[in-house]
C-alpha cells in the first residue's frame, strides 16, 4: 500500500498567517492526490483533486502544488473558518489512502 | 442538490452484523463510484471499500477484506455495506462517498451513522 505522510501533525496560526501543510507519499503518485477539510463533528469537504485542481466552489486563498512524492497545501491568508483539521488522499492506486491528518489550530 | 443519507448504524456486539445503506438523491447515480470510508472516534479517515457504477470492479482495505460486503442497487439509488464478524476495531462513523470515476477524489460525503461494536 502507499503510505501518506502528513506533516506537521498540529500546527498553530493566527489569523491572516500564511500556511503550508506537505504531504509525501512513499512511492510516486503523479498527481493523484486530494486535499479536504474536516471540522469536528463533519464530514470532509474536498478543497483540491489532481493536486492542483480548486473543487468548485472552495475559496481561491486555497492552492495545492506538487507531484511525485511531494505536495503542498497553502492557505493564503487564513480566515477564521479555515481552523480545522486538513487530510490529503492519494488515488494513484485502487487501495486509497489518507493522510493522517494535519491540526490547524488558532494561536 | 447533491444529497447522500447514510443510515444502520448502531450498538453491534463483537461477532455480530449490521448493514449500513446510503441512499443517494440529486444526481445520476448509475454514472458514479462510490465509495465507504471510516473514522474511528478521534482518529483520521480510512478508506474502506469502492464499487465503481456497474458493479464491475469492487475493491476493500485489508483491514476488511473477507468480513465487509458492499454493493449497490442503480434502480434505487443506494449503496450498502454489509459488515460481518464485526470487531471492536471496527467502531467508527461510516461515510458514504461519491467520485466521479474509480479511483477519483471524494467530492460529496453523507454525514455519516454510527458503528459502535461493543459488547
Known amino acids: 500500500d502507499i503510505q501518506m505522510t502528513q506533516s506537521p501533525s498540529t500546527l498553530s496560526a493566527s489569523v491572516g498567517d500564511r500556511v503550508t501543510i506537505t504531504c509525501r507519499a512513499s512511492q510516486s503518485i503523479s498527481s493523484w492526490l486530494a486535499w479536504y477539510q474536516q471540522k469536528p463533528g463533519k464530514a470532509p469537504k474536498l478543497l483540491i483533486y489532481k493536486a492542483s485542481s480548486l473543487e468548485s466552489g472552495v475559496p481561491s486563498r486555497f492552492s495545492g502544488s506538487g507531484s511525485g512524492t511531494e505536495f503542498t497545501l497553502t492557505i493564503s491568508s487564513l480566515q477564521p473558518d479555515d481552523f480545522a483539521t486538513y487530510y490529503c488522499?492519494?488515488?494513484?492506486?485502487?487501495?486509497?489512502?489518507f493522510g493522517q491528518g494535519t491540526r490547524l489550530e488558532i494561536k | 442538490e447533491v444529497q447522500l443519507v447514510e443510515s444502520g448504524g448502531g450498538l453491534v456486539k463483537p461477532g455480530g452484523s449490521l448493514r449500513l445503506s446510503c441512499a443517494a438523491s440529486?444526481?445520476?447515480?448509475?454514472?458514479?463510484?462510490m465509495n465507504w470510508v471510516r473514522q474511528a472516534p478521534g482518529k483520521g479517515l480510512e478508506w474502506v471499500s469502492s464499487?465503481?457504477?456497474?458493479?464491475?470492479?469492487?475493491y476493500y482495505a485489508d483491514s476488511v477484506k473477507g468480513r465487509f460486503t458492499i454493493s449497490r442497487d442503480n434502480a434505487k439509488n443506494s449503496l450498502y455495506l454489509q459488515m460481518n464478524s464485526l470487531r471492536a476495531e471496527d467502531t467508527a462513523v461510516y461515510y458514504c462517498?461519491?467520485?466521479?470515476?474509480?479511483?477519483?477524489?471524494?467530492?460529496?460525503w453523507g454525514q455519516g451513522t454510527l458503528v459502535t461494536v461493543s459488547s
Open positions: 462517498a461519491r467520485s466521479g470515476s474509480y479511483p477519483g477524489a471524494f467530492d460529496y
Open positions: 440529486g444526481f445520476t447515480f448509475s454514472s458514479y463510484s
Open positions: 488522499q492519494q488515488y494513484n492506486s485502487y487501495l486509497i489512502t
Open positions: 464499487i465503481s457504477s456497474s458493479s464491475s470492479y469492487i
